[in-house]
Nanobody
Framework: QVQLVESGGGLVQAGGSLRLSCAAS????????MGWYRQTPGKERELVAD???????NYADSVKGRFTISRDNAKNTVYLQMNSLKPEDTAVYYC?????????WGQGTQVTVSS
């Protein structure tokens, strides 16, 4: 089992920044990819960004140039630096980890961007 715990969400004004953190624990060996997803009421969960164990990254078009995902393997933590936030970035953000084809999820952290 893998446990993922997010932190860093909150309320910020448009144009501001937040950094989300996701700490992994448990059977963390061979976690191949970690990422961030977000979800708003009535919509499906969508990929924001992900990063492989080798550091390759992938971003949703809507966040390219504004968000940066990074990974500290020594701390078993993945980060999402969010800059130039927009009201449409408001959502619950979930950390995701993939290990041997199984997906693991954190409990989610709320990000609210006011206009």
């Amino acid at each position: 089992q893998v446990q993922l715990v997010e932190s860093g969400g909150g309320l910020v004004q448009a144009g501001g920044s937040l950094r989300l953190s996701c700490a992994a624990s448990g059977d963390i060996i061979c976690i191949s990819a970690m990422g961030w997803y977000r979800q708003t009421p009535g919509k499906e969960r969508e990929l924001v960004a992900d990063i492989t164990s080798l550091g390759s990254t992938n971003y949703a078009d809507s966040v390219k140039g504004r968000f940066t995902i990074s990974r500290d393997n020594a701390k078993n933590t993945v980060y999402l630096q969010m800059n130039s936030l927009k009201p449409e970035d408001t959502a619950v953000y979930y950390c995701n980890g993939v290990r041997y084809g199984h997906e693991y999820w954190g409990q989610g952290t709320q990000v609210t961007v006011s206009s």
